[in-house]
């Protein structure tokens, strides 16, 4: 385009006549076209993932290049008649005509800038996602253009871009070309490229790492890593007694903690006591950054020994950085007593990522702490899924399989995590692993279970009319239960995606959902033509656009359905209250509530100890229309409750009891009061097996 900005303009200004301007342009058009551009455009579509990019080159060299050509002639034509109508002379025409093809050249270059600006980081994404590997792209060429974008760049940003792409792609060999520019950088890039190199430390690259140390302008950072790296680049050569001179506390914490890590790390045991002292001043110290960096000292030392005595005390510290520091430490050095402490760091904001990174640190040794988080029904429903994610993260064998053994155990929310968590894995690690443990007939008996779940939903819709209940609380309980077949629905695509192309089936969910009678016709058509399942019939006609007692007939088949009265399909829904949403199951009680409906004493007693909030809400307001003194009895526990939901309706229940207990009575005498709520409560407590979640 910089060619066609510069032929354009002289065919403009017309210093040789017009036909010499635009025989120029025209020669240099081609010239670059078949040479630059022709050899250099294959490289665009490396960002692009494998699945694609055939097919999208073959789109634009088969379709757009041709359409562009002929839109530009097309354009070309329309402008001289416009001219010749206008009475505009040829020499004018053809002045302004170079004009446009100026400004047209001008916005491809700003295109091309926009592009270059955004190129990088985009092969970075296909990097970090599995789909740009050492096997897609020839690692020395890319090396060398990366290093020469390193020193072309313009800003320490794109310079920072290039540096991690070279660390994504060729790890092994990023030394080779970082070091050399080491001195010519900031101090900021020099700790991105150092860091990068220590992960293969060498020692050929040690001038290159001396020249930093003796620089005038390096950072106290800067400085550490360079320590890091003379050690870890020679370790048998390395004199750990150098190390002594950054143990004194005039030196730079970040200095004296990687000094102490290193000599922990590679000396002898009286250098490692010597260490370990210093170690022991850092983690009590008064100063905030010293007991981080000594927390991190102990993670990159991956030593605990003597220090454990300090955990209980650091576990406690104000500071949200060292509790953070110290759960990758206890992490690092595999101090299994402490592992409960990195579980209980997912349920807190502040340190949910320190833990979340922790666990996926320890790898196959955390499966087990894991495996109890996602079971554990004490535990909050998005901490608990959550497991299933971290499992995905380790990447072992060992979480997969635990990953692919628990998904047909699983429902729900459990159920579509643990499928995203299988179907993320790079290099379909996880849809082989599911594939080999229960094979293509055990994903046709899930996806069977699925529609199971929707025709329960679909039951309560139509045993519930929302014509004979005309309440709040039905239509809540109504798109509950719609909301209900439409994540099974969900969940069912995902299952297809273990068996088929998931671009398809991706494309076939997006137009099925979408809700428009084109896009469902179109998402049908695909479903058709991909899945070959013995249900398929089944599949196609449930996401059409039908009523649902027809979908319910066709259902039969499988799942049979028999009207029930209304009460009677409450208490089967709330029966199912394993395979249902937490939101479902809280409008079912208050429906009962609503329609003076009784419920199941188990049903009630497990809501009570129900590990969502709005669940247990909707329980004790039920609870107080069907049993206000069983309601009393267990109020000193709801008092204690954490969730601010069920503490507010406690308290406000408490009032009312306090200031106008004599309508308990009153309230006993018109409800549906059980002895047998009362009995099995009474027992519960006096067993002391009353289980609040919330309770401090």
């Keep these: 385009p910089i060619g066609i900005v510069i032929t354009g303009t002289l065919a403009g200004l017309a210093p040789f006549g017009l036909l010499a301007g635009f025989v120029v342009l025209k020669f240099f058009d081609e010239l670059f076209r078949f040479t630059i551009v022709a050899a250099t455009a294959p490289t665009l579509f490396q960002a692009i993932p494998d699945q694609f990019r055939s097919q999208i080159q073959s789109f634009v060299r088969g379709i757009a290049d041709p359409l562009a050509t002929g839109g530009a002639g097309i354009l070309i034509w329309i402008v001289s008649e416009i001219f010749k109508k206008g009475g505009i002379e040829t020499e004018i025409a053809s002045h302004w005509f170079a004009i446009v093809i100026v400004i047209v050249a001008l916005i491809w270059i700003t295109v091309i800038w926009l592009l270059r600006r955004g190129y990088l980081e985009l092969l970075i994404q296909s990097v970090e996602r599995g789909q740009f590997s050492l096997f897609t792209v020839d690692t020395r060429e890319l090396r060398r253009a990366l290093s020469e974008s390193i020193t072309r760049a313009e800003t320490q940003i794109e310079q920072s871009v290039c540096i991690e792409l070279l660390t994504q792609i060729v790890p092994q060999a990023v ?7 080491l001195s010519q950088m900031s101090p900021e890039l020099q700790a991105q490229s150092i860091e990068a190199m220590l992960e293969n430390p060498e020692p050929k690259y040690l001038p290159y790492i001396n020249e930093v140390m003796q620089s005038s302008n390096y950072s106290p950072q800067v400085q550490a890593l360079c320590l890091r790296y003379i050690l870890l680049a020679d370790e048998k050569n390395c ?257 297809m995606k273990l068996l088929y192309p998931p671009s398809a089936i991706q494309a076939a969910s997006f137009n099925i959902i979408s809700g428009t009678k084109s896009s469902l016709a179109r998402g049908m058509e695909i479903l058709d033509n991909t899945v070959d399942l013995s249900i398929k019939q089944i599949l196609l006609y449930i996401v059409d656009n039908r009523a649902i007692s027809d979908k319910l007939g066709i259902l039969a088949t499988i799942h049979p359905y028999k009207p029930l009265a209304p009460m009677k399909r409450l208490h089967q829904l709330v029966d199912l209250s394993y395979c249902l949403s937490d939101w479902t199951l809280a409008c079912c009680f208050h429906m009962a509530r609503t329609q003076f409906w009784s419920l199941p004493t188990e049903a009630i007693l497990k809501g009570l100890d129900h590990p969502t909030g709005f669940v247990r809400e909707a329980v004790i307001a039920y609870l107080q229309m069907a049993s206000p003194r069983s309601l009393v009895k267990i109020l000193p526990r709801l008092l204690k409750d954490r969730d601010p939901l069920v503490l507010a309706q406690a308290r406000a229940i408490s009032y009312y009891f306090q200031n106008d207990g004599k309508n308990i009575l009153n309230l006993s005498n018109n409800s549906q009061e059980s002895d047998d709520i009362d009995t099995e409560i009474r027992a519960r407590m006096s067993e002391g097996k009353t289980r609040g979640y919330g309770e401090s």
């Design 239 to 495: 004199d750990i007694d150098s190390l002594r001179t950054y143990l004194s506390p005039e030196q730079n914490p970040i200095i004296r903690s990687t000094a102490v890590a290193l000599m922990m790390r590679l000396g002898a045991s009286s250098q490692v006591a010597e260490a370990t002292n210093t170690l022991r001043h850092m983690i009590t110290s008064s100063s905030q950054s010293e007991r981080v960096l000594g927390c991190r000292a102990l993670a990159e030392a991956a030593f605990m020994q003597s220090l454990r005595f300090y955990v209980p005390q650091l576990l406690q510290d104000p500071s949200i950085e060292v509790r953070c520091a110290l759960l990758r430490a206890i992490a690092a050095t595999r101090t299994s007593e402490y592992f409960p402490s990195i579980i209980r760091g997912l349920h807190y904001k502040a340190t949910h990522e320190a833990a979340y990174q922790a666990l996926v640190n320890l790898g196959d040794d955390g499966i087990s702490s894991l495996l109890e988080l996602a079971h554990n029904d004490r535990s909050p429903i998005n901490v608990r899924i959550q497991a299933w994610d971290i499992l995905g993260e380790i990447g072992t064998q060992a979480s997969i399989s635990v990953l692919a053994s628990n998904l047909s155990k699983s429902w729900g929310k459990h159920r579509r995590q643990i499928l995203r968590t299988l179907i993320r894995i790079p290099q379909d690690q996880g849809i082989e692993a599911i594939l080999e443990l229960i094979g293509r007939s055990g994903i046709e008996k899930i996806v069977i279970q699925e529609l199971g779940v929707i025709t329960e939903a679909w039951s309560g819709i139509e045993d519930i009319p929302l014509s004979q209940f005309e309440t709040p609380e039905t239509e809540l309980l109504f798109e509950a239960l719609q909301h209900e077949a439409i994540d099974s629905l969900e969940r069912i695509f995902l299952l």
């Design 175 to 181: 030394g080779e070309s970082l070091a050399p520019m």
